[in-house]
């Protein structure tokens, strides 16, 4: 299989435009080509919106083609992918995998596959009684702390956008892709240069993943909660966890920490235990949302209307923002950024803790929304936390979410403003074109009612140089929802870089974004593969 890359597409292309493309870059005639595929495909708004497309081409005799070829014309050779085949293996106790986000779930996945029954404890519930959970919190702002945004089957991803778009580059990305794709999710997310599965969908599909694990002999427990090791002579033996209010214990000799960015009781009961752990800086921030059609049209012009150009994203950036540490001490620079920008889609209240207000960003797969929002986040370092132990980030988090309650009147309501207020440093007091999606309802309150002065300092001093980036970026009458304090772990378990077991104890794996090797759905799942791996000690056949 030959694969073309930088292919330009007009919005309107059909299939046979894709073989005409083909056929003028191999310079080959027509009744050579058997096949042309989509391998990647990207919206190219540079220089008029277009396509830009990776073509995979079958050919009658491909040898004969390359030879014919000139050194100027650039093809590769490609296998097809093949999913991995695991050899059994056998242990004298399963393996247990502790959360069941995307990193527990593969790793599961392939311990599974493998014949080695894994038990696989989640706190929270199945998607169905989890969607249940959090429709309740925002009807009623009742908050249950085992199930919500942050727990329960699929982690919190399972209340995102659902994208898989990563900045790591791993050989288990394709694995991860058509698992998914395998599980019920759009078939597109296999070529789509910026691929996501919308929150509807990853309720369809994360239950599928499950129930392959429990076919291929792993089992799965919800509402348990993992509460301790024991370990002898520097080794796991048993797991702990309780289950309906009873304590259990489980015997095995290799454990997944997959527990995801929200455990904080988790990072306690190591911290206590002497797993070494170390400060990890994060971001804080807030949410932003305009209206969509507006974030379509800055992005795409007079395209914006094409039917076959989904609702716009952006990315942005600005370095050298100015600020000071939060502590109040030199001043400093930041880098502010977007994050988990989601067309289409509403601000999600993503709070796991009782009388705190958090924000993330949600939207379904068609994207249909009203609004955009995205985080506007700026780079908190270690020197920030306001303490030298490896849980002062959490508790800096958790400073601000509290802060976020009262602001909102002890509600559940959030704090926001207008954009044009914020840079001014006055209070809002009327929306404008853009309503709020927060769930629960807001309250006109400035950001720094909960978010540290330097962090406001930053965003107001990167905000116009986001605009250099989306020209149009700065509308007077967006609006800013606060807090965004969990884009991240403000923790890494710490892991021997060869084995990834831990440091502390020989069998336990810390896995995922809870543990601080990962930054998304993809890289998440792509961790608790290679754990996975290292428990069989092999790779697959």
Not at 142 to 157: H, K, S, T, W
Not at 435 to 441: I, N, V
């Amino acid at each position: 299989m030959l694969r073309i890359d930088n292919i330009p597409l007009p919005l309107d292309y059909t299939d046979e435009t894709l073989k005409k493309r083909a056929v003028k870059k191999l310079r080959c005639r027509p009744s050579e080509i058997r096949k042309v595929t989509l391998s990647r495909r990207a919206v190219d708004a540079r220089h008029g919106v277009h396509f830009t497309a990776t073509l995979d081409v079958t050919v009658r005799d491909e040898d004969a083609l390359l030879k014919a070829l000139p050194p100027t014309v650039r093809v590769r050779q490609v296998q097809p992918f093949v999913m991995p085949h695991y050899e059994r293996k056998n242990l004298p106790h399963p393996p247990v995998v502790i959360g069941a986000g995307p990193a527990g779930l593969f790793a599961a996945w392939v311990l599974a596959q493998a014949g080695l029954c894994p038990l696989l404890l989640e706190r929270g519930k199945p998607v169905p009684e989890r969607q249940k959970a959090v429709a309740q919190y925002h009807l009623t702002g009742r908050l249950d702390p085992e199930c919500n945004v942050q727990f329960g089957e699929g982690g919190a991803g399972t209340f995102s956008d659902g994208k898989l778009n990563t900045g790591t580059n791993s050989p288990y990305h394709r694995t991860v892709f058509q698992t998914f794709a395998d599980c019920g999710a759009p078939e597109e997310i296999l070529w789509q240069a910026m691929p996501h599965i919308g929150t509807d969908r990853l309720a369809v599909c994360i239950p599928a993943l499950r129930r392959k694990i429990e076919q291929a002999g792993g089992k799965v427990l919800f509402s348990a909660k993992c509460t301790g090791i024991t370990a002898k002579d520097g080794r796991v033996v048993s797991m702990e966890y309780e289950q309906d209010g009873c304590a259990e214990s489980v015997r095995t000799d290799h454990a997944v920490l997959a527990v995801g960015h929200s455990a904080r009781d988790v990072f306690r009961w190591l911290y206590d235990a002497g797993i070494r752990m170390i400060q990890k800086p994060f971001s804080l921030g807030l949410r932003i949302e305009h209206r969509q059609r507006d974030i379509d049209r800055l992005c795409y012009g007079d395209a914006a209307s094409h039917p076959r150009l989904s609702a716009a994203s952006y990315r942005l950036v600005a370095h050298g923002a100015q600020s000071r540490t939060l502590s109040g001490g030199m001043p400093l620079t930041r880098t502010v950024y977007s994050f988990c920008m989601c067309p289409g889609g509403t601000v999600q209240a993503a709070a796991s803790e009782p009388e705190t207000v958090v924000t993330n960003g949600m939207s379904c797969f068609a994207r249909d929304g009203e609004n955009a929002n995205s985080a506007l986040l700026a780079v908190v370092q270690t020197e920030d936390f306001g303490g030298s132990d490896p849980l002062a980030g959490v508790r800096l988090q958790r400073q601000i979410e509290q802060a976020a309650y009262r602001a909102g009147g002890c509600s559940g309501k959030a704090p926001v403003t207008l954009l044009a207020d914020f840079l001014k440093g006055q209070n809002s007091a009327a929306f404008g074109n853009v309503m709020p999606t927060y769930p629960l309802g807001t309250v006109f309150a400035r950001p720094e009612s909960c978010l540290p002065e330097p962090i406001c300092q930053a965003l107001r001093d990167a905000l116009p140089k986001l605009e250099q980036g989306l020209h149009g970026f700065l509308m007077p009458d967006a609006v800013l929802t606060a807090p965004e304090t969990r884009s991240s772990s403000p923790v890494c378990v710490l892991r021997d870089a060869d084995t990834l077991e831990s440091v502390s104890l020989h069998g336990l794996y810390p896995c995922g974004e809870g543990a601080g090797y990962a930054g998304g759905i993809v890289s998440a799942a792509a961790d608790g593969i290679r754990c996975a791996e290292q428990i069989l000690g092999c790779r697959p056949e």
